[in-house]
């Protein structure tokens, strides 16, 4: 029997499970006959073999009925069957992160789907799309079948404001808070409590989501407190909240000092170590502490009362110390105390001798003098032929009273250079002290440069002031640079002119202060100026306009204009040309009537360059410079 020929057919059974499993699919099948009267005759399944192929995945799959010859059956029949996609309505979707931190762009956490007990692959078994995953609240996941599978499941997760830390420090009147800028944050809302597990308050909303740092104030000192920080975000009209940072311990307590230096006392002991430290504000006083190394155990020295220094003078020359210290604040009698500072080292050895102004220059020797220093048993001398040169020792002064010394047989017209050091002997050893400033060995006089005749010191430097040099002169004229604000004295040399500069003064002039050459006609010890107001040792240049001393509100040296002092060097007079009371003295004190002043424009300073005024604090009413004044800054001791 051909079963093709015979009228055979395949019909599949089960054909509604035809689902895909991933496994291979085989469903039920039967060889049936059908005659004209519609009456079935079902082959005998043991008389034909059955294959399947292309029967895994999702799609058209095929089923073979092949007769068995020895079972009197031959011919084949195959059918075609369809494999379904299997369904995701029942998958489980879990997301990676259910509760994602807004960061201003689309978030995608990553999502594993599972159906039947089998992970599924993305990209081959799904697509994942995103939706509502920008902004802070609920966005949602789609995953939807492909390949083997079809339909879709869903899943959501959260996106919530980020969370950061907080770190706290404090000094004796207020805690100081800083935390980490939040990504897309309105603002932040900061809580404290004296208890870390309850009690908590919101203190400040901080609207702002840029500002990440806050001073509270309303604090007492030597009290505890527990700080913690919130983040949110403005989403239509609500503030949507992330979570609370960790909690910040914060103790208000005075703040930490740091030891700026540590040196050898002065010139004056070679057994002490100076320490300097910053002040630190609302501090009663400071500890100080001391160690013979850096990680050792440190013992107090000294309780201090506002002050910021000590001398430690139980030390032993040539021992390096180790120095800390700690501020203070007073609660009732209690002495509350800050953090330590960090270590600083300092080492007593014999202090930095300088060599003496008065130290003389000759042709072929120079005579060396220099400080005393206390405890010193002598001093080296080293000598070079160039500022920057390698210096040589010349000469060792035995004796720590020795202060002086002379180097005879140098070459004429050669520049020596020379630095001393002060050195003590401890068991044989010699501890020494800093480097003196140099001295240069040169030749001190005067030089004609540019037209000028300019004088210079020993060291060669120009010296500014010449006018202990060549005494009081008969005649001078004055040069005032309008543009620049500088005043420069000439002096004559004989029949070349004025050109010896004598000094300069630093002043201020105006946009009325007339440019040309005039001479002076008159003076006045005060004299009424606009407003009215008052100068101090006046000399008219021309018409109303004068040198004076910056001015004064009444004619007392007590009431001067210390705005218009600090302007000096810039223009702003209304046409007078304004100096220090020093400098308006000097004017008025050696330049006599009738003495030439040219005033004029120039971007050229003058040959002595612009001299600086110190800057006077708003109490400091009086010119330093005014020598009937000089009492006031004795008893400030300013100046």
């Given amino acids: 029997m051909d079963i093709k020929s015979d009228g055979y057919e395949i019909q599949i059974t089960d054909s509604a499970s035809i689902t895909y499993t991933g496994k291979e699919v085989k469903p039920a099948i039967k060889v049936v006959r059908t005659d004209e009267s519609k009456e079935e005759t079902v082959l005998d399944e043991n008389k034909y073999e059955t294959a399947y192929s292309d029967n895994v995945n999702a799609g058209t799959a095929k089923v073979t009925v092949k007769g068995k010859e020895n079972e009197g059956v031959t011919g084949e029949l195959t059918k075609e069957f369809t494999i379904s996609p299997a369904s995701l309505k029942d998958a489980a979707v879990t997301v990676a992160n259910k509760s994602a931190t ?5 978030v995608k956490p990553a999502v594993t789907v599972e159906l039947g007990g089998k992970v599924l692959k993305e990209n081959t078994d799904y697509k994942v799309s995103y939706a509502n995953n920008k902004n802070v609240g609920t966005a949602e996941i789609t995953v939807t079948g492909i390949g083997n599978y079809t339909d879709t499941a869903k899943a959501t997760f959260s996106i919530v ?8 420090s404090s000094v004796y009147n207020k805690v100081s808070l800083s935390w980490g800028k939040v990504t897309g944050a309105s603002g932040y809302k900061i809580y404290r409590s004296t208890s870390k597990d309850s009690g908590y308050k ?17 604090v007492t000192f030597n ?9 949110y975000r403005i989403v239509g009209d609500k503030a949507v909240f992330g979570e609370y940072s960790p909690v910040s311990k914060q103790k ?10 540590t040196a050898s006392a002065s010139t004056t002991s070679y057994n002490a170590v100076t320490v300097k430290w910053s002040k630190v504000n609302g501090a009663n006083g400071y500890k100080v502490y001391r160690s013979t190394s850096v990680n050792g155990t440190y013992k107090a020295l000294k309780v201090i009362a506002n002050a910021t220094s000590y001398t430690d003078k139980t030390t032993t020359c040539g021992t390096t110390y180790y120095y800390k210290v700690r501020a203070y604040r007073l609660s009732g009698k209690t002495k509350c105390y800050g953090d330590l500072s960090k270590a600083k080292s300092g080492r007593a050895l014999p202090g930095t001798t300088t060599i003496k102004a008065s130290s003389e220059c000759f042709q072929t020797k120079v005579n060396l003098k220099w400080v005393k220093v206390y405890g010193a048993s002598g001093y080296e001398i080293y000598r070079s032929t160039s500022k920057s040169g390698k210096y040589t020792l010349v000469k060792n002064i035995k004796s720590g009273r020795t202060v002086k010394w002379t180097n005879s047989g140098l070459k004429k017209g050669q520049y020596y250079y020379y630095k001393i050091r002060a050195y003590r002997t401890v068991n044989g050893k010699k501890l020494y002290g800093g480097y003196s400033n140099r001295f240069r060995k040169g030749t001190a ?3 004609y440069i540019n037209g000028l005749k300019l004088y210079y010191d020993a060291q060669g430097k120009l010296v500014k002031d010449v006018s202990k040099i060549i005494g009081k002169q008969s005649s001078y004229v004055i040069k005032v640079n309008k543009k620049m604000n500088v005043v420069t004295v000439y002096a004559k040399d004989g029949d070349n002119g004025y050109i010896i500069p004598v000094k300069s003064f630093v002043c201020s002039g105006g946009a009325a202060t007339p440019v040309g050459t005039f001479y002076t006609p008159a003076k006045y010890r005060w004299q009424t100026l606009m407003g009215p107001c008052y100068g101090q040792w006046c000399t008219r240049i021309h018409g109303g306009v004068l040198f004076h001393s910056v001015f004064y509100s009444t004619r007392s040296n007590s009431t001067l204009s210390v705005n218009a002092y ?21 004017i008025y004190d050696n330049c006599r009537l009738r003495t030439k002043v ?37 008893a400030r001791g300013c100046h």
């Fill in 102 to 106: 807004y960061t201003g762009t689309a």
């Fill in 161 to 168: 404001v980020g969370t950061s830390d907080i770190k706290t």
């Fill in 202 to 218: 919101a203190i400040k909303t901080v609207k702002s989501g840029a500002t990440v740092n806050y001073n509270d104030t309303k």
């Fill in 223 to 231: 009290q505890t407190y527990y700080y913690k920080v919130r983040a």
């Fill in 252 to 261: 208000v307590k005075v703040g930490t000092s740091s030891v700026k230096r």
């Fill in 445 to 447: 006089g005067w030089k």
């Fill in 566 to 586: 600090n302007k000096l060097g810039t223009t702003c007079s209304h046409g007078c040309v304004r100096l220090r009371a020093g400098d308006a003295k000097w």
């Fill in 598 to 634: 040219i005033i004029y424009n120039s971007s050229s300073v003058g040959p002595f360059g612009k001299p600086k005024a110190a800057k006077l604090a708003s109490w400091h009413t009086w010119d330093p410079t005014d020598p009937t004044a000089r009492s006031k800054c004795k």
